[in-house]
């Protein structure tokens, strides 16, 4: 079953950076007419858009699979000691938001990289 889910998990993730590849095209095309006036305007862009995309699919995964152990390990928690149920939800459900905070933070950070990346000064003159 742990490699049934790991690999379904892999696929979905090819299948999003595919995905985000052809919704991304467009940048390309608005790149290209950015080469004729700054050659090294492209590479920047077409780089932070790539490391925006893989960051946000690695902290889905990863995020998803720490989500996954922490409600496994509540539940055998639960499992084995009925009358501590309810302190058993209570940290689980505080130990996923932390995790989904995690993840949010990288989103939050990849649309920064998308639309007003800070670092643009330092290499598109």
Request: aromatic fraction near 10%.
């Amino acid at each position: 079953m742990k490699k049934r889910s790991f690999v379904l998990m892999f696929i979905c993730s090819v299948v999003l950076m595919f995905l985000c590849g052809l919704i991304l095209a467009e940048e390309k095309v608005a790149a290209a007419s950015a080469v004729i006036l700054n050659p090294g305007a492209a590479e920047f862009f077409t780089k932070s858009v790539t490391i925006a995309a893989l960051g946000l699919v690695a902290m889905g995964i990863v995020g998803a699979v720490m989500q996954m152990f922490a409600i496994r390990k509540a539940l055998e928690g639960m499992a084995r000691q009925p009358e501590s149920a309810g302190q058993l939800q209570l940290s689980m459900i505080i130990g996923l938001a932390f995790i989904e905070s995690l993840v949010l933070y990288v989103l939050f950070i990849s649309i920064i990289l998308l639309f007003a990346n800070p670092f643009t000064k330092y290499f598109v003159q």
